[in-house]
């Protein structure tokens, strides 16, 4: 059957299963633009090309499947590389398709025309420049293979205007993905397994590193039945959240630079530590010289690349977790740390006490108590989109997420930005789940325009704003190591209530720790989106933290006391932007 | 740090070459030379990689070609009984009365003169590195014009091939694999 290429890139999206696209049109992708119409497959029209791939990112993320956008050439596609790289990061599956100039103009510095295959070589999983129309279905569908197998991430697909014109004939059998080497599917040899076993059955003190790959390979029953059958307590990756249910008596919560002092005290004494599904981040690790110096590591791990990384490992093994752990678990024997478990529960209860949460309300707003809040209120089951900064440790603190792909963050490259426009793709992914937005005044403002994305699609999401006048980590940092010298954090921001409203979005703002209920659950109530800005304590600081580069066990803990009221901090009018 | 030769089989598609020198400068492992050429095989190149590189950093490198969807193959033949090959082509300043000394020295060397005029001879050496440092050593004195080396090309020894998987994983891949994901097969090595 004869097709033009831009019917084809349709066809194969169809078939590949998009429903929803995320993307901006422009001259060089105006032929797929027009064939669009004819398919069944919702364009979302964003406002700036960055939030397409964000959206792409929030709806794989969110549902486990290949998230689309698609934008022009030029500007249309560098506007991309900031989302592409943030997918990359957290391995996160999405498909780009962009328009480049015609196949004869490519070189020639033709209007709108960037090497795009060029710039973003370092940042997809593998990328595609498509000259001929007869070339686009294999290259589609290898693009999504490539997207969604071994370990995931980002492939971007750039279709010159002329092959998107010429016609072809379209089989999509005959289009299989030809990847001779490429090869997702690694798999450990017998011995690798049986070192680990003898490893695992004699420690002592284990200690699971629960990450990221725990969900893309939905390992969390096969996890669970290990660490319940060996009694060994879990310790989460922020972007592993959720992946064990926050409540299972053996999940310790977060581990890393602000992760809790009883996590980051276990890692530092255990003599087994069973990296699942993540890669030991500088910001998990600390200090990588005497990061864990008891322990002997066991690192399942899908991505060969990864292993003795940064952590030199005694035992890695490659491959799918799920089937690697399904492989492992016949040779795990019941065991009892209940010493170890009780020992690490000792040192929480230690935390606990200098917990903000069980402060009385002495009459100041705090992004824990909002958090916290929210949680209560939403009784946990809401899918939660954080920004980059203070509030998102925050979140990753007080918010409790007990369901698979209830937390999306960007983790690996910290994208402020992020939060909206990704959970506008996590709506689409979930139309019936609550989608709550927690962002910071700063990386709001950077991806606000997506506000006319929401109204324009009619979608339900709840934005808490957690607004200090400044960008909070970066000031949190200068507080700490640059003698409070704010160069740059003081941030003036509009009126985010009228902000909303221009966009026909309700508008709330909270000053008071009192007034959060009411308010979590008026938006709850409402239909339709709300922006909600929440007016917090401006220069509270997360803990507990550990210093970059510094020791995983040397952490600034929390104050035993509210900070505000001791220092005697201003009690009166916030004072919005410092800059005055 | 020591030095490692990497033989890796690639498919012969545009942006190739770009795709592994790009790697190597993002993941800031130090490239010492990198030749490319064609195979026995359509379609497939060759390159050899020559790093400066610890043993740890090595394996890792390895892993990190072979995440590239567009190699097919990588073997560290550093330790590996090989013959390991180096081509430099050298223009010499010379005059009447010291051309012989130089043409002689040379003939030691096994090299050959490719161009001779009146000041001036191109002599063009193969073999290993250390030969034809030994015969650049020699040769400096007379003035060295120009130079150009093509960088190390190596081959293992003997009728077998290397194994197509990342040793330092000893990772296989999984029974009933579907044929088109293993190299040795598309490769008909």
Redesign the interface.
Known sequence: MKKTGAQIVWECLVREGVKTIFGYPGGAILPTYDAMLDYPIHHVLVRHEQGATHMADGYARASGKVGAAIATSGPGATNMVTGIATAMMDSSPIVCITGQVGSKAIGSDAFQETDV??VT??IT??NY?VTRAEDIARTIREAFY?AASGRPGPVLVDITKDAQQGTCDFDWDAAA?????????????P??FQKALDLINNAKRPLILAGHGIMMSGARKQVLEFAERAQVPIAMTLLGLGAIPASHPLNLGMMGMHGEAWVNNAIQQADLLLAFGMRFDDRVTGNIKTYALNAKKIHIEI???E???SV?VDV?I??DLRETLEELLPGVKAADHSEWIDYINEMKGDSAVRDIQSLPDTGHLYAAHVINDIWHYTSGKAIVVSDVGQHQMWEAQYYKHDDERSLITSGGLGTMGFALPAAIGAKFACPDKEVWVVAGDGGFQMTMAELATIAQENLKINVAIINNGYLGMVRQWQEFFYEKRYAATPMLSPDFVKLAEAFDIKGMRVTKRSEVQAAVEEARAHPGTVVMDFRVEQEDSVFPMVPAGADLHAMIRRPKRDVMAETGADEGEWDLGATK | MAKHIFVSY??DK??VL??VA?LFR?RAFNIESLTVGHTEQGGVSRMTIVVDADE?TA??IE??L????????VDDVTNQPSVVRDLALIKVAVTSTNRTEVMQLADVFRARIVDVTNESLIIEITGAEDKIEGLIEVLRPFGIIEMVRTGLVAMSRGASSVSP??P???????EG?PA????AV??SV
């Open positions: 295959t060029g070589l370092p999983k593998h420049l490539i993905p030809q990847l001779p080497g490429y090869r997702p599917n690694l798999r450990a040899l011995e690798e991505d060969p690349s292993i003795n990384k030199k890695g490659v491959g | 690639v498919e545009p942006g770009n795709r790009s993002r740890m394996r890792r892993a990190n072979y995440k590239l969807v567009n190699v097919l193959r998987n990342p330092l994983v000893a990772a296989a891949l999984p694999a088109q994901l293993d190299p598309a490769m």
